[in-house]
């Protein structure tokens, strides 16, 4: 199994950023409209995603700083489903902000789709906070 790590700064403080990972309204801006959304220790998520179906749960939520997630995705050309972590995590900068997002445990041959949308999912989330 494998880890993808993605990371990148925005001038935007850990408070004005944190929402976009643990409120429904943020989420959608950089991920996608969650059916279920439950955004603290022991919740749950549920969000359709390009064709997959992610499933999961909150696992620890230390506000404004890191959210971890127990996260499944459910393909849609494969039988069981890809059981992994995600953690999002805001460090404080003198300026703003580093957004650091690593996802692990997962499927050796999904790591070039997930890198890019990995990619695509940290600009968004740039666009969106930083249009604010």
């Known amino acids: 199994m494998a880890e993808i790590r993605v990371e990148t700064f925005t001038e935007v403080p850990p408070e004005q950023l944190f929402p976009y990972f643990v409120t429904a309204a943020g ?3 950089w991920l996608s409209a969650p ?4 955004p603290s220790a022991g919740g749950f998520i549920r969000l359709p995603l390009d064709g997959r179906l992610i499933a999961g749960q909150v ?4 506000a404004p700083r890191r959210v971890l997630m127990s996260w ?3 393909w849609p050309d494969r039988l069981a489903p890809s059981m ?3 953690e999002l ?6 300026r703003g902000s580093r957004i650091v997002i690593i996802h692990w445990n997962l499927p050796e041959g999904r790591l070039p ?3 890019v949308d990995w990619d695509q999912r940290l600009i ?3 666009a969106a906070v930083n249009s604010e």
């Open 27 to 29: 989420v959608t801006c």
């Open 35 to 38: 059916d279920v959304f439950e």
């Open 59 to 62: 696992l620890e939520v230390v």
């Open 72 to 74: 499944q995705i459910n």
């Open 84 to 86: 992994s972590k995600l």
């Open 89 to 94: 995590t805001v460090r404080p900068q003198k």
């Open 113 to 115: 789709q997930l890198r």
């Open 124 to 126: 968004r989330l740039l």
